[in-house]
């Protein structure tokens, strides 16, 4: 069921922002420009053998090589247990999952995930910061080499809300094509959300009832209505709008001071999301009177609040993803964390000093979702649109084994000194 993309609904809503990249398994190539200089790699000994940098030196020599694209793997075609590779880039994590097909899913070998802060002050400063583009290309420096390393036959990387936004967003693309070889596709809020439905629906609850898939992401918040068609959930609408942890904490502004201050300004994130939520609310309202209301969430808030839900010391993916929860639990747990201070936040199990700053906007979010779906149960899928992406190039790969050269995205070639200094 997760391999296909569901059908299009008839009834859509939010700004088409970014670009239209049509259906969940297209996929588009940038073929770079040849580098200048063919010469042996700086540092090289008379046998091509590089030297190993120091630490934290990638950063200063992408600078150097600014202008130099990166070269695309040679790609000879399908390959027996041949890996695929995506790459998601929200506003605030930068992930990477790298997978092999299995039976009907996948087997993940590699993954990588990385708080890197892109939209940080994008709310009012209206781009992208320069140290934030740097912590991210840093990041995507460290994705590039686990592409070559694992001899990725196939990939596509993604970047979202904060990129969208951005004045300097296609600046910054092409920065990150130059100094990684790595080719971002800024997508549509809608295509984001049906990669997100793509690759997290499998852990819907089964049933024939309505359901809401959401997803809570750092810059932008996505909601799927999903009614049951032949086989495959159909998308009835869908919703995007512009709040997700990062862009409500900065626009509203971070709960802390005192307890009624930190109450008076939780109630205010919540009035920005109902009031953005109110034409989908009102659009949704017959499906949410249904008898057994489905809901599934994918974002780090759910995960989070779902590992408080079950005590754990520490995350645990295995003990979460596919978790079904009280939602009248999720709504305790919510408001305990949005009464506590920030440093209180912080001593939580699963939250600590990175998340405790931005949990409680994802907190607020997850509230007015409850708010106009009122669902009993609330599913936890730790998966989404990473996963949607693998799923989208695996079938394709079945549909069309042999794909066009010119269809494939682009990625960081192999340095063949690699090779000679094994």
């Given at each position: ?9 008839k ?72 890996a ?14 790298i997978a ?11 993954a990588?995930?990385?708080?890197v ?14 140290a ?5 290309v ?10 070559r ?7 596509r ?14 600046d ?12 971002l ?42 009614e049951q ?19 409500l ?7 802390e ?9 939780y109630?205010?994130?919540?009035r ?85 700053e ?15 779906w ?20 695996m079938?394709?790969?079945?549909a069309?084994?042999h ?20």
């Open positions: 069921m997760a391999d296909s993309s569901p059908p299009d609904g009834n859509r809503a939010g700004p088409k922002r970014g670009g239209k990249s049509g259906k969940v398994a297209d996929f588009r190539y940038k073929r770079p420009a040849k580098p200048k200089d063919k010469r042996p790699p700086r540092g090289a000994n008379a046998r091509g053998m590089v030297a190993a940098k120091p630490a934290n030196s990638d950063l200063a020599e992408n600078r150097a090589n600014r202008g130099q694209p990166k070269k695309p793997f040679n790609i000879s075609g399908p390959r027996p247990g041949q695929y590779a995506a790459i998601d880039l929200g506003t605030n994590n930068c992930r990477l999952l092999r097909p299995s039976g009907d899913g996948f087997t993940v070998i590699d990588f995930s990385r708080v802060k892109l939209g940080e002050g994008l709310a009012k400063a209206g781009k992208l910061s320069d934030a583009m740097d912590r991210t840093q990041a995507l420096t460290v994705c590039a080499e686990k592409l390393r694992r001899n990725v036959h196939l990939a990387s993604v970047a979202t809300e904060a990129c969208r936004r951005a004045a300097n967003g296609a910054f693309i092409a920065r990150v094509r130059e100094e990684t070889g790595i080719a596709d800024i997508i549509s809020a809608e295509e984001e959300a049906r990669l997100a439905v793509l690759g997290c629906q499998i852990l819907l609850e089964p049933g024939t009832g309505p359901a809401i898939i959401f997803d809570i992401g750092g810059g932008s918040t996505e909601l799927v209505l999903l068609g032949s086989g495959v959930p159909e998308m009835r609408d869908w919703l995007s709008v512009p709040w997700g942890v990062v862009s904490t900065d626009t509203v502004g971070k709960v001071g005192e307890p009624h201050e930190r109450a008076a300004r109630a205010e994130m919540r920005v999301v109902r009031d953005s939520f109110a034409d989908f609310a009102e659009r949704i309202a017959p499906a949410a009177k249904a008898e057994k209301l489905r809901l599934l969430g994918t974002s780090g808030t759910v995960t989070t609040l779902a590992s408080l839900h079950l005590k754990l010391p520490q995350y645990d993916r295995n003990a979460v993803d596919g978790l079904i929860v009280p939602a009248q639990s999720m709504r305790g747990i919510t408001a305990q964390l949005s009464a506590l201070s920030p440093q209180e936040r912080s001593e939580v199990p699963c939250i600590g000093r990175d998340r405790a931005l949990v409680v906007a994802g907190c607020a979010i997850l509230d007015s979702i409850l708010d106009i009122p669902a009993t149960r609330l599913g936890v899928a730790d998966r989404g649109i990473r996963e949607g992406i693998l799923r989208s190039l079938a394709r790969e079945l069309h084994p794909p066009l050269h010119e269809n494939r995205p682009a990625w960081p070639a192999r340095d063949p000194s690699l090779d000679r200094a094994k």
